[in-house]
């Protein structure tokens, strides 16, 4: 046991020491410092007591010091470390080694400094390896030299900055242990693909998630393996890593991007395709396979030419469809818009123009909508607008339309037509004394009985109530009209059985025909002046149409 002035000779031996030591409590505080301590601080002993020490701590190696805190509460002496650290001079490079002291106080530690910065700088000066020790320290990657058998034996100070490891815990432990379970077999994977040889140039690489210090997280890294157990002075395989949260963030906003997109899509009620210059399918939606009915093989081949061929016989004019397509693909700028017809009645939309990317044309897109119902309820409402509901027969519109085309063919082809205006005589009876359905069943079996008297090339229209029209085209001799006039007078005169009970029929039918400069309008207008007169006559006859009728044919009232 030291007698008094020994323990005072000892505490001023260890206060005038050149290297600063000084004593932090639990939280880093400092309980006492030596001179050269108080130097480092600039401030005196009791100024100094209460401090924080990792205030004076460089930011960037404050992790490496709170975990060698931690950690050398179970050594007898730590490991030492290089840290950064803040004096009024600046910062300088120093050497920090601590040793427990809990008999002073649970937790304190006792910390020596020695300051490295002047020798590192002559060591940098003169020894290369020297400086490239401080740059591997340093570095935002970290490095690591791993044994054959995958125990790592080395660590440089970047995993403690970027996941929090003290690189003293992680020595001696297995590669595979510094990553979270499910990672495990890719790290085995790695560590064998690179015993059958790497190079620098060519290293085995992997990506994972390293846990963090305590197993609070992961950080999503790659690492690169290059197998130096041949070199005698390596004798492992040298592992860096880098943190690639940043590329892992971005490739997931990417195929969150992509899948919303590619849902989009999907989701569309058009079947959408995209080709590149060649011909070769960029991308489609499922509603584009759908619709063109595409098998799987097909598809996997992602050959556009393939494709056409394969769809062709689906369409009622292929031909014209693959020209389209040619002519596409010949001018790279045009865009198009075109109807395409299938032989199971199908009818689609379709549209393309040309993909661009900054300006450049890269390929081609093209969409195709379904307008199958559509399509449907326009010839429908088309039918319903230009067609008699009762009789199926066209309408006055439709009888006109085709009259005023018919006249301005004559007028180049110098042919020759005629119309027929005919009106049932006793129509009035029927619906009297049989009622209006009954009426309207008449006119229904007159119009079919009418349509069988036609050929292919006339018209016949129900012009309103019980009179009907017929447009005669291509009239090779007058004469022919005439004949159709009476082959429908005969027709017409039948008994037909209507809403049980025999009724009887006949028609007036008045001709008129084409003559120079004269109008569709004309021409109606002539054989219902002519159907009056044939009506003056008693009925069920015909009249053909002269001009004097405009003065003595009266329309009854």
Not at 256 to 265: D, E, K, V
């Amino acid at each position: 046991m030291l007698d008094p002035d020994d323990e005072r000779n000892l505490a001023r031996l260890l206060g005038d020491l050149p290297d600063i030591v000084f004593v932090v409590d639990s939280g880093g505080r400092l309980r006492w410092v030596n001179h050269a301590g108080e130097s480092l601080f600039g401030r005196t002993l009791h100024d100094s007591i209460g401090l924080s020490g990792l205030d004076y701590v460089h930011p960037d190696d404050l992790e490496l010091v709170l975990r060698s805190l931690t950690s050398v509460q179970n050594k007898e002496i730590g490991t030492p470390i290089e840290i950064r650290f803040r004096t009024p001079a600046g910062w300088r490079l120093m050497e920090l080694v601590g040793t427990p002291v809990a008999w002073l106080e649970e937790g304190a530690v006792l910390l020596v400094l020695r300051d490295l910065t002047q020798r590192r700088r002559f060591e940098l000066v003169h020894d290369h390896d020297a400086r490239f020790r401080s740059i591997v320290q340093n570095s935002a990657t970290v490095t690591m030299l791993v044994s054959p058998d995958g125990i790592v034996e080395s660590v440089s100070g970047a995993l403690t900055r970027l996941v929090g490891q003290d690189p003293e815990l992680v020595e001696g432990r297995p590669l595979a242990e510094l990553v979270r379970e499910e990672d495990r077999p890719a790290v085995a994977s790695a560590l064998e693909r690179a015993s059958r040889g790497t190079s620098a140039a060519a290293p085995v690489t992997v990506s994972l998630d390293l846990l963090r210090h305590g197993g609070n997280g992961t950080v999503p890294f790659e690492l690169a393996l290059v197998n130096l157990i041949d070199d005698p002075t390596v004798g492992g395989y040298v592992v860096s890593g880098h943190d690639i949260t940043a590329r892992t963030l971005a490739e997931t906003d990417l195929h969150n991007t992509l899948s919303l997109l590619t849902a989009t899509l999907d989701a569309t009620a058009d079947g959408i395709l995209v080709v590149d210059g060649n011909g070769r399918f960029v991308s489609f939606n499922h509603r584009f396979a759908e619709m063109w009915h595409l098998p799987d093989w097909i598809l996997e081949q992602r050959d556009d030419p393939t494709a056409i061929a394969f769809v062709r016989d689906q369409l009622v004019q292929p031909d014209s469809f693959v020209a389209k397509v040619d002519e596409l693909y010949e001018d790279r700028e045009a865009e198009s818009f075109d109807l395409l017809e299938f032989t199971d009645g199908r009818v689609f939309e379709r549209y393309s123009k040309p993909q661009k990317v900054d300006g450049t044309i890269v390929g081609r897109a093209w969409s195709f909508r379904d307008v199958t119902d559509r399509k449907r309820l326009e010839e429908r409402l088309s039918y319903q607008a230009f067609h008699d509901s009762l009789t199926d027969l066209g309408n006055r519109a439709l009888f006109q339309d085709r009259l005023e085309h018919a006249v301005e063919r004559i007028g180049r082809t110098h042919g020759h037509l005629a119309v027929l205006f005919l009106d049932v005589d006793n129509f009035k009876k029927i619906n009297d004394t049989l009622g209006h359905s009954a009426g309207d069943e008449f006119l229904h079996a007159m119009a079919g009985g009418l349509v069988q008297c036609l050929r292919k090339a006339d018209t016949a229209a129900r012009l309103g109530g019980d009179e009907f029209g017929v447009l005669v085209e291509e009239l090779a001799d007058p004469e022919d009209a005439v004949t159709l006039a009476e082959r429908i007078l005969q027709a017409t005169r039948g008994m037909l059985k209507i809403a049980g009970a025999d009724a009887a029929a006949t028609v007036s039918i008045g001709i008129a025909f084409d003559m120079a400069g004269i109008t569709g309008d004309q021409l109606l207008i002539n054989a219902d002046l002519a159907m009056y007169a044939a009506k003056e006559r008693g009925g069920d006859c015909y009249a053909e149409f002269v001009n004097a009728m405009h003065d003595t044919v009266g329309r009854p009232s």
